[in-house]
């Protein structure tokens, strides 16, 4: 069974910056998608970004040009480096990874990101 693994929450500065792992065990053969979500109290659940198994990303738009993601084949890990971090990037970061033989998604636990003064 795949099953993603997220670290690398905390407590930051508005403005500060975090790096946010996900690293993913089981099989997830050579086409997936790997995407963070986040959700804070009160609101949907939303994807700040993803990324296929051939390199192409997607970004919402309120974090594009701060947020970056990136993959490590060999390792089955994929990284968001948030810079410039505001108040409402604050949420419950989960990261997802998408498999299509056949589709199916895996949920992570999620990590906590509480941006603060």
């Known amino acids: 069974q795949v099953q993603p693994v997220e670290s690398g929450g905390g407590l930051v500065q508005p403005g500060g910056s975090l790096r946010l792992s996900c690293a993913v065990s089981?099989?997830?053969?050579?086409?997936?998608?790997i995407a963070w979500y986040r959700q804070a109290p009160g609101n949907q659940r939303e994807l700040v970004a993803s990324?296929?198994?051939?390199?192409?990303?997607v970004y919402v738009d309120s974090v594009k040009g701060r947020f970056n993601i990136s993959r490590d084949n060999a390792k089955n890990t994929v990284t968001l480096q948030m810079n410039s971090l505001k108040h409402e990037d604050t949420s419950v970061f989960y990261c997802?990874?998408?498999?299509?033989?056949?589709?199916?998604?895996?949920w992570g636990q999620g990590t906590q990101v509480t941006v603060s003064s």
């Open positions: 089981g099989n997830i053969f050579s086409r997936n998608t």
């Open positions: 997802v990874v998408t498999v299509y033989a056949p589709i199916r998604n895996y």
């Open positions: 990324i296929t198994s051939g390199g192409s990303t």
